[in-house]
């Protein structure tokens, strides 16, 4: 009797959606999760390679920023699915870097030292 207590609340945790029909229920997965398309930097030596696939075609602003917080490049992209770019720090002076992207209201930062 243990064993299936145990289960049963193994299975309660399980995120379900629940319809009632009648007297019995029928469950089944959500058929919306939730999730963001984060964007992906990949930096080879001083280069930054930034790819990001905008499903909602939102506006996209760019920023790189230096560590006194001056904006050294911004771009703002609107109405593009893919939106590919590259960043060159080859010829940067010595320091920390930070390219922002800011999307549907959220911000993400890529942190690059350049020595």
Do not use: H, W
């Amino acid at each position: 009797m243990r064993k299936i207590r145990n289960f049963g609340a193994t299975v309660a945790c399980i995120a379900l959606t629940s319809l009632t029909l009648g007297n019995s229920a029928v469950y089944a997965a959500d058929p919306d999760p939730v999730s963001k398309e984060r964007p992906y930097l990949r930096t080879e030596g001083e280069r930054v390679f930034l790819n990001f696939l905008n499903r909602d075609m939102d506006q996209v602003k760019l920023r790189v920023v230096d560590a006194t917080g001056r904006i050294l490049y911004t771009e703002v992209i609107k109405d593009e699915l893919i939106i590919e770019k590259s960043f060159n720090f080859e010829n940067a002076f010595e320091g920390t870097y930070r390219i922002v992207i800011i999307s549907s209201g959220e911000k993400f930062v890529k942190k690059i030292r350049i020595s």
